[in-house]
């Protein structure tokens, strides 16, 4: 018993440790027998259905290929199945393990009330169902366990029940249970213990395995959805269109993308791939380390993939903002030249701090429009920027001058001239004023009066509201200090009246006390007057020395612009250098080029003439040969010391001849009708030299410059390149080309649309001119490419027709021909004309049986075809 329970141990273990030979448990089905994988013969389970319908109660039989792991015997997975069925309380649910033979058995409440215990139907199987199964015969075996069972029960009924025998088996079997667990060794606890942790710490590894797979997941579906949008990014196409400084950026855009996909995000499938390995060898903190390094990571490409999308939308948006932002810039500097004439006509001011800021916008024009033309769209459209705000502030700026120029030149003068009047007024009347005081505030006064309309000539609004407001502040510090002065004067007056009349009786008493105080209060208001003079100079003098020293921080500031307006000069004016010198270059090189290009071709021409002058040679000393042989053949035919047969082979040589050299000779009687229909003719024939292969050209000739002056100039170069459009469109159909090239499309439809820009400008009421003569000058070097790739078009495939056609009559001789052939009339279909003439003529060469390397420039003989 000790080994059997040992045994099961093991095999509880086993069966733990293989959790993927687990059988699910069968879905519910309406048949008596179940069987998904048909162990069982057809006719046998009709038999069987047929046999239990006369027994009471329902039946349920399921054949499964293994009861494990899903229940430890056969009988507790027919009491899990009777659940998962939900059957009925009278119903009987049989399993048959067809692996290891087994019947699983569970009979319901009602069959369990009548006496169908678990023993009872063990003794049945063993007695009934054993020897059926020996024989390999399961349904007869279940067959007659079940009516063994029904017998069984009908007889239990029927019998009286015995209750003193069923309590002495009772606690017979309780007594052999205690026995039984009392004679278990404690080892056998032991192995259940250790194999109780094993089963924790191996579900926990599996649980924390699932979570760190999960994260796992997480990690790799962030990076996809990185790779996703990197790849929207278009770099590609824009890069094809740019030129200048924009492809360099293009460039530097494209090599920030590679750089994410090459070397980033492989980095981070690494990290991926490692942490799940380490996963696997159960070293989740290595794995949870690695995940986390990934983050990082893909939090850091993260923020590029947000730079690389800000520095390719800045490049595509001040490519189309340049468009619009540029003719509108043009506009507002015509209305601020104009309005800034009209004012200082008005106002007979020179504004040249305004007209020099003015002078520099226009020169961010001139800026503008070479940063263009070398490509670089986002120096054009941030110094478009620049010019904009200084733009707008000098339109602020005009629109605070007439506002300045009353407050100057009206308001300031009569509010100094107020103040004048007011201090002469209080010196005739007596009071007692400071005047070395009212003479500085005064002469300050005018100073910074002075000041403001200096400033106001000049143009420097910030200047003149500085000394507007200095000015403010001291004419309301002169009026406050006159008024303490009369008020001092009021109170002392009154104060002389009121003593008077109450010591009146005293007076001559008090007489000497009465001037002695008022020469007291007169010192102390002379002293108080003269500290309130200290102060107020004070304070102007602070006035004076802050206004003193914001003048100074604007001149350094204003010289410090300068510095900077020369060094960023100075910095563009090397640039442009740069740029001549790369054009210089440039030009240079094509001219060497365009030297080589003639050099070669008068080489070319040198051989070609050597070559025809060789071939006249050889065509000239063939015919002489002839000569001489006709002139033997004659000879020899004047003689009759020759044979018939030879007589007939002269004549034919000697007709040859004539045909070779079209001169007319005296035919002998008789030698036409001699020759039979069957001999063959031959013919000379000069082999085609296989034409250098058309390349398109690399270097593109210098466009002719447009001098646009007038709307006329622009309406009339319009309608030229409208008309040779059409003349190009006509041409290429009288040409009866097989279709048009994609590529060809797209330059006529650049040409199209460029014209369309150009009306769409200059239907607006105001545009600039400058602007559309860009435009020209695209449009113009645009069309004359297109019609040089025309032209192109058409002679290649003129070509390739002509070379098709000529080797097609010989397609059937030469299976190789055959090849060229058939791949050429692809090339010819999908519109690769040069592709299509470079095979023709590789089969002509192959016909004529020459190589390009040793192609032959003289005659050759060939079969004449007959008919």
């Not at 204003?558 to 563009?572: G, N, T, Y």
């Amino acid at each position: 018993m000790k080994r059997k329970l040992f045994m099961l141990c093991l095999a509880g273990m086993l069966l733990y440790t293989n959790p993927a030979f687990a059988t699910p448990f069968p879905d519910k089905t309406d048949n008596v027998v179940q069987d998904q994988d048909n162990y069982l013969k057809a006719e046998n389970t009709a038999q069987f259905i047929e046999s239990i319908k006369d027994l009471p109660g329902e039946y349920k039989v399921v054949v499964v290929e293994s009861t494990s792991p899903e229940a430890s015997s056969a009988d507790l997975y027919a009491q899990t199945l009777y659940d998962n069925f939900n059957l009925p309380d009278n119903a009987i649910m049989v399993v048959l393990d067809y692996n290891t033979e087994e019947l699983g058995v569970y009979a319901g409440p009602e069959f369990q009330e009548k006496g169908a215990t678990l023993e009872m139907l063990h003794d049945k199987i063993s007695s009934y169902y054993v020897p059926f199964r020996n024989q390999k015969q399961y349904l007869n075996g279940i067959q007659t366990f079940l009516q063994e069972v029904h017998r069984e029960l009908e007889r239990v009924q029927n019998k009286p029940a015995q209750p003193e025998q069923a309590d002495a088996a009772k606690e017979t079997e309780e007594v052999k249970a205690k026995s039984f667990l009392g004679e278990i060794p404690w080892w056998i606890y032991g192995i259940g213990a250790v194999f109780a942790i094993l089963s924790i710490a191996l579900v926990y590894a599996m649980i924390r395995r699932r979570s760190i797979f999960s994260q796992v997941d997480d990690v790799e579906d962030w990076k996809d959805e990185l790779v996703e949008k990197i790849h929207v990014i278009e770099v590609e196409k824009p890069l094809r269109r740019s030129s200048g400084m924009t492809e360099v950026r293009y460039h530097h855009i494209a090599d920030k993308k590679e750089n994410l996909l090459r070397i980033k995000i492989p980095d981070v499938e690494m990290m991926i791939l490692d942490a799940e390995e380490a996963c696997d060898r159960f070293r989740f903190s290595l794995a949870i380390g690695m995940l986390e390094e990934a983050r990082e990571a893909l939090t850091q490409i993260e923020q590029e993939l947000a730079e690389l999308k800000e520095d390719t939308t800045k490049v595509a948006v001040t490519k189309q903002e340049n468009k619009a932002a540029i003719p509108e810039i043009g506009k507002m500097v015509e209305q601020v030249e104009r309005r800034l004439s009209d004012m200082r006509l008005d106002y007979g001011l020179s504004f040249h701090e305004l007209k020099s800021t003015l002078d520099e916008v226009e020169g961010m024009r001139t800026l503008v429009k070479k940063s263009r033309a070398a490509g670089d769209d986002v120096h054009a459209y941030e110094t478009t920027m620049k010019a904009q705000k200084m733009l707008e502030g000098i339109v602020q700026a005009l629109e605070q001058v007439p506002g300045m120029v009353d407050r100057v030149k009206k308001e300031m003068p009569r509010e100094f001239k107020q103040l004048e009047e007011g201090i002469e007024q209080a010196r005739r009347d007596g009071f007692d004023i400071s005047l070395d005081g009212l003479d500085n505030a005064m002469l300050q006064a005018k100073q910074l009066m002075n000041a403001a309309g200096n400033g106001l000539e000049e143009g420097n609004l910030e200047i003149v509201k500085t000394h507007v407001k200095a000015f403010e502040v001291l004419i309301e510090a002169t009026y406050q200090g006159l008024e303490e002065a009369v008020l001092a004067k009021q109170q002392a007056a009154a104060a002389a009246v009121a003593a008077a009349e109450a010591s009146r009786p005293r007076e001559l008493v008090e007489t000497v006390e009465a001037a002695r105080l008022r020469e007291l209060v007169a010192a102390e208001e002379e002293a108080r007057v003269r500290e309130l003079a200290e102060s107020e100079e004070a304070r102007l003098r602070a006035l004076v020395e802050a206004e003193e020293a914001a003048r100074l921080r604007e001149l350094a500031e204003a010289e410090e612009a300068a510095r900077l307006r020369e060094l960023a000069e100075a910095e563009e004016a090397a640039r442009l250098r740069e740029l001549a010198e790369a054009e210089e270059a440039a030009h240079l090189r094509e001219l060497a080029e365009a030297e080589e290009a003639a050099r070669l071709r008068n080489l070319a021409e040198a051989e070609e003439a050597a070559r025809l002058r060789e071939l006249a040679e050889a065509e000239e000393l063939a015919r002489l040969r002839e000569q001489a042989k006709a002139e033997e053949a004659r000879r020899l035919l004047e003689q009759d010391t020759i044979s018939q047969a030879e007589r007939e082979g002269l004549l034919r040589e000697q007709s040859f001849a004539q045909v070779d050299q079209n001169v007319p000779t005296p035919a002998v009687p008789g030698a036409a009708e001699d020759r039979s229909e069957d001999e063959e003719e031959y013919e000379l024939v000069m082999p085609k030299r296989a034409e250098v292969p058309i390349q398109e050209e690399e270097a593109v000739e210098e466009a002719n410059t447009l001098y646009i002056e007038t709307e006329d100039d622009a309406l009339d170069e319009m309608e030229r390149i409208s008309n040779t459009l059409i003349r190009l469109r006509q041409q290429i159909k009288r040409s009866y080309l097989p279709g048009i090239p994609d590529h060809l499309k797209f330059m006529f439809e650049e040409v199209v649309q460029t014209l369309a820009r150009i009306k769409a400008i200059m239907e607006r009421h105001r545009y600039d001119l400058e602007e559309v003569a860009i435009l020209l000058q695209d449009a113009s070097n645009q069309l004359d490419e297109t019609e040089r790739v025309t032209e192109r078009v058409i002679s290649t495939c003129q070509l390739a027709e002509g070379a098709i056609q000529y080797t097609n009559r010989y397609r059937r001789q030469n299976r190789q021909v055959n090849e060229l052939l058939t791949l050429a009339e692809q090339s010819f279909r999908q519109l690769a004309f040069a592709e299509a003439y470079q095979l023709a003529e590789d089969a002509r060469l192959v016909i004529e049986g020459a190589s390009p390397q040793e192609e032959e420039t003289g005659w050759l003989l060939r079969r004449k075809k007959k008919g």
